[in-house]
């Protein structure tokens, strides 16, 4: 798949996969190279925001259209295609955004096979394909657009002004199985094993007899990918898992558990917690808190991985929302909102090729293959962590007393939610330290402690998040729980707050 910049790119990627047929996602100026390297047997052309006649519009190889496979192009993706073909693109009067309802022509063609004769669609474009190319018939019409869908048969090439992969369009399903099963005769058997034993494969060649190092934080993504590729090269991948004393309870032992033990893999645990903390110490400002920590991080792991002098290549569990985040389309760096913490800004005498068999996963098909892989569900279906851990839980000062009193709070809310079976469609669940004390009575005895706050969200991606209604019993029991077990928390709050306009951690 090209990705002309469209924001729906990874939407339409996945609905590829949902078929099961398996897509690679390149630039538009890597594009002709990727379809030979890999032996592409069918091309999509993304959306984008540009127009055709823009200086920069993004422009990819005319071979493209000459390869002689199928091809699919998608709104900017069909202007694109009728511009190098010779057809002529005009901007429309009105940009045309939104619901819309097309009419069939001439039986619809082979892309729009048992699609009703008319169907709503979702467009969202200026331009739109006056003059089709020689060899193009319309095969649908909206009011505004006279080429909907429009095809070339003999060369396989078909077009479409609309987006297929949002659920607004109606038959967009059906339309891009259409293109999938009816025009590129894909068998659609891509399964997990597959994915497997291909990776596997990749990885194999891509490493030749050289060895990979990696970190492995016990997330899914690092954990997935660390399997895939000892599976691949067995005790050539050095993993190593930095201890940076903000971990949750019993973290540590899980991961040495796990990967050092049931699946033998060569694990170095580095336990750095004593240098976080004191480079930690005093300081209160959440931006400074991450930074330290992502320096202290790449201190440890340049120190551990020169120890593998035969390494040349870097493992990682990069996802591919996480290239779209920080690559836009065409190779620039989008906006930050943070510093998110992640191995990069290594040392220059590390310099490393990287190994990352997920970039073209989403986190629900990792998951599928961690499964697939053995890993047992407490990794599996672990909630995300975030990198620089604790810390985001922890306003004010970071201390051990204090994260000691957080571990032994969030460990009660954990098993607790988990043991009602409260989890099941909770995005993370967990405690915040406040930088508050609290005055309260035990016995008696006054108090002047600590104050939680219980954090538990509902949401689909982490970028929106709504405050879980957590069954009152429940919060009951745990907040008597972490006042009665835990030495230094006299008060436990709930956080009823959704994001926006909050965050999910607290910093
Ligand atoms: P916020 O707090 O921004 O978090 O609403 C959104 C999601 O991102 C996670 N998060 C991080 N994950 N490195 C990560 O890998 C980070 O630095 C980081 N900061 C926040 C957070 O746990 C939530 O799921």
């Not at 194999?204 to 060895?211: I, K, N, Y």
């Not at 558990?257 to 004593?274: I, K, N, P, Q």
């Not at 991606?461 to 729980?481: E, F, Q, V």
Request: glycine share 10%.
């Amino acid at each position: 798949m090209v990705d002309f910049g469209s924001q729906l790119t990874q939407l339409l990627a996945r609905r590829l996969r949902e078929e099961q047929v398996y897509c690679e996602v390149t630039t538009p100026s890597k594009a002709i190279e990727e379809a030979r390297r890999t032996q592409a047997k069918a091309l999509i052309l993304s959306g984008g925001p540009a127009s055709v006649y823009d200086a920069d519009a993004p422009k990819a190889s005319r071979e493209l259209v000459e390869l002689g496979i199928p091809i699919l192009g998608v709104c900017y993706g069909m202007q694109w295609m009728a511009h190098t073909l010779g057809g002529q693109v005009v901007p429309s009067s009105h940009r045309e955004y939104g619901r819309a309802e097309i009419r069939a022509e001439g039986g619809g063609g082979k892309l729009l096979a048992g699609v009703g004769e008319t169907t709503v669609v979702w467009m969202s474009h200026g331009d739109r394909v006056e003059r089709l190319p020689e060899g193009f018939v319309v095969y649908a019409r909206s009011a505004s657009c006279p080429a909907a869908v429009a095809g070339d048969p003999a060369r396989k090439l078909y077009a479409v002004q609309f987006h297929p992969e949002v659920t607004h369009t109606v038959e967009g399903r059906q339309i891009l199985r259409n293109f999938l099963f009816g025009v590129c005769a894909l068998r659609g058997d891509y399964r997990v094993e597959s994915f497997v034993e291909q990776t596997v494969a990749n990885i194999r060649e891509l490493v030749g007899s050289g060895s990979v190092v990696m970190g492995l934080s016990g997330g899914v993504d690092s954990s997935v990918a660390a399997l895939l590729i000892h599976r691949a090269i067995g005790k050539r991948l050095h993993c190593v898992f930095v201890d940076n004393g903000l971990l949750r309870l019993g973290e540590r032992e899980q991961v040495e558990r796990t990967f050092g033990g049931a699946f033998e893999m060569d694990l170095h645990v580095v336990d750095a917690s004593r240098r976080f903390l004191s480079a930690l110490a005093g300081v209160t400002e959440p931006e400074r808190k991450r930074k330290i920590i992502g320096r202290e991080f790449i201190d440890v792991f340049a120190e551990a991985a020169r120890q593998f002098k035969d390494a040349h290549f870097l493992g990682q569990g990069t996802l591919y929302p996480d290239v779209i985040e920080s690559v836009s389309a065409f190779g620039g760096p989008t906006a930050k909102i943070k510093s998110h913490h992640n191995v990069g800004g290594l040392p220059d005498d590390l310099q490393f090729e990287l190994v990352e068999p997920l970039r073209w996963s989403f986190k629900d098909e990792v998951r599928a293959v961690g499964r697939a892989l053995g890993l047992p569900s407490a990794v599996v279906d672990r909630q995300p962590f975030p990198g620089p851990g604790l810390a985001v839980r922890c306003p004010g000062e970071i201390t051990h007393k204090r994260l000691e009193l957080l571990r032994r709070a969030d460990n009660i809310v954990t098993t607790e939610i988990e043991a009602a079976g409260a989890h099941r469609g909770l995005w993370q669940y967990f405690v915040v330290l406040l930088p508050v004390q609290s005055v309260g009575v035990m016995g008696d005895h006054r108090t002047y402690e600590e104050v939680c706050s219980i954090r538990a969200v509902t949401s689909d991606d982490g970028m929106t998040a709504d405050w879980a209604a957590l069954p009152h019993d429940l919060l009951a029991r745990i907040s008597n729980r972490i006042v009665n077990e835990v030495r230094g928390i006299n008060r436990v709050l709930l956080d009823i707050t959704s994001k926006p306009p909050g965050t999910i951690e607290w910093e």
